[in-house]
């Protein structure tokens, strides 16, 4: 999983609890630091909606030219809600956004 973010944004426990869902993180990244070529050992991208937009469109584009499943996230370790899509360590996160890019693979519809 790719993750564009400001360095050191996430927690060492969310890293771990992706780890120990059979998913490694690469980054977090900054937008200038996205290189298309990341993305052939990635089942996704996650992009933090702190993001400048300016700087995230250019990477949208190209991740829907290529139909890469991507997914707009809260960077929150905070339990398990009904909101966003939050990129924390709780299970439940992290099934809502793997579920959510595996229906992006099937049906190309993007969050």
Do not use: Y
């Amino acid at each position: 999983m790719i993750v564009i973010a400001t360095p050191g944004s996430l927690s060492s426990a969310t890293v771990e609890a992706w780890r120990q869902s059979g998913i490694e993180i690469i980054g977090p990244l900054l937008p200038e630091s996205f290189r298309p070529k990341l993305l052939h050992c990635a089942i996704g991208v996650a992009i933090d909606v702190m993001e400048p937009p300016e700087e995230v469109f250019p990477i949208v584009v190209t991740l829907e030219r290529m139909a890469v499943p991507h997914v707009f996230v809260v960077l929150d370790d905070a339990m398990d809600g009904d909101g966003p899509f939050q990129f924390g360590s709780h299970v439940g996160q992290i099934g809502t956004i793997i579920n959510t890019l595996v229906d992006q693979q099937s049906n190309g519809v993007r969050h």
